[in-house]
């Protein structure tokens, strides 16, 4: 059989799905699929350039976000400010904080909404005690720090929320509170800025109570074992996806505004807000 015979009957040959992984799950609601999708495509391509890890050609996002933040084979991906100053420390490699376009952003700090429904009588966080609180989830800095901070004056040392249920994520609590399944919430910023435009009927039925004290904003973290001149192509390439233009629609719909290089260490500001709840007898966001 000739050379040219076996071909035509030979099965064509696949390439090996790429080893990396990367996932942009914090921000990614079905409306902000597709900007994440460019915006990876971006990276991808660029990434594959410079011939630095085994590029996937999708983001990952069947794969729980805690499992994937320890992958050895990870990429890129974003982790939460708390985690990452707890459980993630010295297991992960921070790339870079992403700075957003929302009222409550400073450059990369970000504070988190605490909502109450529209009619909600409260015209303070005081006026909730004993009330209802959702929660996206307990290793939240957004979600549960940062209103754990605002309420530890006010419990001293005792319990405050009469329940608190635990809802997986920031939309889930918002429509918690929307449809009078609990009084309050804390929405991290960016998140409820695409609720207001994204989910505007959604919006509409919250009120901002206040807004929680400032803390460093979403990190992009990477595996351990991603070497130094791997870590500085990648933050190269997210310098350059913030700066093209083709990119600038789907950098418009995720609210990015760029890139800036925040040290792990920074993030211990995290811990500070959870030992002065601690302090004034205040450990758990109850």
Known sequence: MTAK???RRAPARTAAPARGKAALAMYDLPELRE?????WAAIATRLRARKLFDVPDRLTRDVAPDVLWTDPDLILAQTCGLPLATRLDRQVRVVATPRYRARGCDGTDYRSAVVVRADHAASSLNDLRAGRCAVNDLDSNSGMNLLRAEVAPLARGKTFFKSVIITGSHLASAEAVATDEA??????CVT???LQRWRPELAARLRVLTWTVRSPGLPLITSLTTSPAQLAG???????????PELRDAREALLLDGFSMVPAEQYRAVLRLRDIARDLGYPHLA
């Open 35 to 39: 900007a994440n999708d460019a915006l």
């Open 183 to 188: 009084d309050v919430a804390a929405l991290d």
């Open 192 to 194: 409820f800025a695409h």
């Open 5 to 7: 015979a076996w071909a």
């Open 234 to 244: 990648l933050r190269a390439v997210l310098d350059e996806v913030a700066a093209e």
